[in-house]
């Protein structure tokens, strides 16, 4: 608690108010405090008084409620508290608390001014006063002390907020960036799954639509029912595949170049682990997946998976064995493990960490699931894709 109070959560946090009005309380309690003590063992209570000291009482209480607006104007509070303490002793408390106020906010010359202000009244209340008791370099020490120790620490304090927050813009920036390239991968990531569904269902449909177009003037049997039926493929098939391409068009906003050829498959994990051990990197590599195998499009999700985690281990674990399994069934899930130690030798190459979050809006797409992080195992990279029957 006092340490919220002394560095403070940003103004418009959750309980900014409820904390400003606590730490208003605990200042006027230690302004009425220190102040109280000074009125009892100075020399307000003693013949020839400045002022009567129910009177100094009264003004000390006046100067301490007028700490309410310090936050605001810490400076001109200081600077009205500073004279009165020339005549009220019980005033003393409120001017101290002022001027740590005025180190916290400003700058340490501009309290340092105030403090020599408020030291300078000392022999003024000696002056003022008939029959003083103590000499007047006592009354310069006990003015001087608890200026220097409110304006030291009311520095350290205004330093310490000052750094707090930048490093909360810091974190908050940091945090922005990130969510910012977390984002661009996403984006990034769609535009790359957009191109191979172009380049995959662009083919595809391009072959029915030039069937469509060869039944269309078929002779073998009626003329017209082949043209209906035809002309109704061709129709269809072309307004899909345009379809298509407005929602790729969309995705790629701003991309030039070549449609990417066709994407690698399943077939093509043998020859992306022999890359892999052609590199340097230890692989063990199962697969137990019946004939004929999933669709393409799980397949592919299957292979940039192992890619991926290939990629990782190669990245963060240099010299490890990797180990990549996939298995699964027709009616179940294909299941694609990649697993390797958390450590490994040789220079590790720092990454992005944005992989894996293509790789989850990979596996989104085709309705799995996907998992990683530290395992039994080491690093544990798994994904379940849906293989319908």
């Known amino acids: 608690m006092v340490f919220a109070l002394l560095v403070p959560e940003p103004p418009d946090s959750p309980g900014a108010a409820a904390r400003d009005r606590l730490a208003d309380l605990v200042g006027i309690g230690v302004a009425l405090a220190y102040g109280g003590l000074m009125l009892s063992i100075g020399d307000a209570t003693r013949p020839g008084a400045a002022v009567p000291w129910p ?21 001109a509070v200081a600077a009205a508290l500073l004279p009165v303490t020339a005549v009220s002793v019980a005033a003393t408390g409120a001017a101290i608390v002022a001027l740590f106020t005025v180190a916290v906010r400003r700058r340490a010359r501009v309290a340092l001014l105030l403090g020599a202000g408020y030291v300078a009244a000392g022999p003024v209340y000696f002056l003022l006063h008939d029959r003083p008791e103590f000499p007047v370099w006592v009354d310069l020490v006990a003015r001087a002390g608890p200026a220097l120790a409110a304006i030291g620490w009311g520095l350290f304090v205004g330093a310490h907020r000052r750094l707090t927050g930048s490093l909360r813009e810091r974190a908050a920036r940091l945090e922005a960036e990130q969510h910012l390239r977390v984002d661009q991968a996403r984006l990034t990531e769609r535009a790359r799954i957009a191109r191979e569904m172009h380049d995959v269902l662009a083919h595809r449909m391009s072959l029915v639509s030039l069937h469509a177009g060869a039944l269309e003037v078929r002779t073998d049997a009626r003329p017209e029912e082949i043209s209906i039926a035809a002309a109704a493929i061709r129709g269809s098939v072309h307004d899909a595949l345009q379809e298509l391409r407005t929602v790729i068009g969309v995705l790629r906003e701003g991309a030039a170049g070549r449609p990417e050829p066709p994407q690698p498959g399943l077939a093509d994990l043998p020859a992306l682990v022999d890359d892999a051990r052609a590199t340097g990197v230890t692989v063990t590599y199962t697969c137990e997946v019946p004939s004929p195998g999933p669709s393409v499009v799980l397949g592919r999700t299957a292979y940039r998976v192992v890619q991926e985690g290939l990629t990782n281990a190669r990245k963060h674990s240099p010299g490890a064995v990797v180990r990549v399994r996939v298995d699964g069934r027709a009616g179940a899930d294909l299941r694609v493990l990649v697993t390797n130690p958390v450590s490994g030798g040789g220079p590790v190459v720092p990454g992005a960490g944005v992989g894996l979050v293509g790789i989850g809006e990979r596996v989104a797409l085709v309705g799995g699931r996907v998992a990683h992080g530290p395992s039994a195992d080491g690093f544990r990279l798994e994904a379940w894709l849906p293989w319908p029957a």
């Open 55 to 75: 009177v100094d009482a009264a003004v000390g209480l006046a100067c301490c409620l007028a700490l309410l607006v310090r936050r605001h104007r810490p400076v």
